[in-house]
């Protein structure tokens, strides 16, 4: 009988691979079989050293630094992976970004909702393309892929609507493509974070912000990281086939979505 929490054989491509929750991914599918490639924009040294963490439990590691917020880049980091581990059957994209500093939607510039775009939304769409046109092919095998996405995106963040926009988007975007996917044997989902314990949201914990924000969680902590991973590699495993377009709160009862 197949172990049902086992990925071993699995091919597996992280964005934002190298810290915060897609680091704690990347480290948990290796954990659990799968041979794995992050993705990074720039932060070389993190990526040699998470592939050695990877490669010394036992499985496969890649890296690339690649631009996901172009569609070239996004294919040649599909490629690399394909090319490094053999295939693809899962992606976890957990790359993003959160502008830190607060702006309201009359003073938002140009340039900072152009930006937040690229990075969230053009990344999710071309990313996303480049992995089902992979995953399509292989087809009946099919695949998984799991979006990282937000509570901002469910109820909207004041002083932040790009980044709430951008998830919004994503969701919507999770929905509509996974009955695109299904007859392909390839399921979409979306894993919403509240607050997390990453280097994103150092700012507004260093403020002071972190013993109130986690007064205000039904269950009294901030996540962390492996708090958000267990549910993402979970929707990876051969026993998840018939979870498909749905968005798994991660929130410590903080959001509750209907």
């Given at each position: 009988m197949?172990?049902?929490?086992?990925?071993?054989?699995?091919?597996?491509?992280?964005?934002?691979?190298?810290?915060g929750?897609?680091?704690a991914?990347a480290?948990?599918?290796a954990?659990?079989?799968?041979?794995?490639?992050?993705?990074?924009r720039?932060?070389?040294?993190?990526?040699a050293?998470?592939?050695?963490?990877?490669?010394a439990?036992?499985?496969?590691?890649?890296?690339?630094?690649?631009?996901?917020?172009s569609a070239?880049g996004?294919?040649?980091?599909?490629?690399?992976?394909?090319?490094?581990?053999?295939?693809l059957?899962?992606?976890?994209?957990?790359?993003g970004?959160w502008?830190?500093?607060e702006?309201?939607v009359?003073?938002?510039?140009?340039?900072?909702?152009?930006?937040?775009?690229r990075?969230?939304?053009?990344a999710t769409f071309?990313?996303?393309?480049?992995a089902?046109?992979?995953m399509?092919?292989?087809?009946?095998?099919?695949?998984?892929?799991v979006?990282?996405?937000?509570?901002?995106?469910?109820r909207?963040?004041?002083?932040h609507a790009d980044?709430?926009a951008?998830?919004?988007?994503m969701?919507?975007?999770?929905?509509?493509?996974?009955?695109e996917?299904a007859?392909?044997n390839?399921?979409?989902?979306?894993?919403?974070?509240?607050?997390?314990?990453t280097?994103m949201c150092a700012?507004?914990f260093?403020?002071?912000?972190r013993e109130?924000?986690a007064?205000?969680?039904?269950?009294?902590?901030?996540?962390?990281?492996?708090?958000?991973?267990?549910?993402?590699?979970?929707l990876c495993?051969?026993?998840?086939?018939?979870?498909?377009?749905?968005i798994?709160?991660?929130?410590?009862g903080?959001?509750?979505?209907?």
């Amino acid at each position: 009988m197949t172990d049902p929490f086992s990925l071993r054989g699995k091919r597996a491509l992280v964005t934002g691979g190298t810290r915060g929750i897609g680091a704690a991914v990347a480290r948990l599918l290796a954990r659990v079989g799968a041979d794995v490639c992050v993705g990074y924009r720039s932060r070389h040294y993190e990526a040699a050293a998470i592939r050695d963490e990877l490669t010394a439990l036992g499985v496969k590691g890649a890296s690339l630094a690649a631009d996901i917020g172009s569609a070239s880049g996004a294919q040649a980091l599909v490629d690399h992976t394909v090319g490094e581990l053999g295939g693809l059957d899962i992606l976890v994209h957990s790359a993003g970004i959160w502008p830190v500093e607060e702006a309201a939607v009359h003073e938002m510039t140009d340039e900072r909702w152009a930006h937040t775009m690229r990075e969230n939304v053009d990344a999710t769409f071309f990313i996303a393309r480049a992995a089902a046109r992979t995953m399509m092919a292989a087809r009946p095998q099919g695949g998984r892929i799991v979006m990282i996405a937000s509570t901002a995106g469910q109820r909207g963040e004041a002083m932040h609507a790009d980044y709430a926009a951008s998830k919004g988007a994503m969701i919507s975007f999770v929905k509509s493509m996974c009955g695109e996917l299904a007859p392909y044997n390839i399921t979409v989902n979306a894993v919403a974070p509240g607050w997390v314990d990453t280097e994103m949201c150092a700012e507004p914990f260093a403020k002071g912000g972190r013993e109130r924000i986690a007064a205000g969680i039904p269950v009294r902590r901030i996540a962390s990281t492996d708090d958000i991973a267990f549910p993402v590699v979970s929707l990876c495993f051969g026993g998840a086939r018939h979870i498909t377009g749905e968005i798994v709160n991660v929130n410590g009862g903080s959001v509750l979505a209907g």
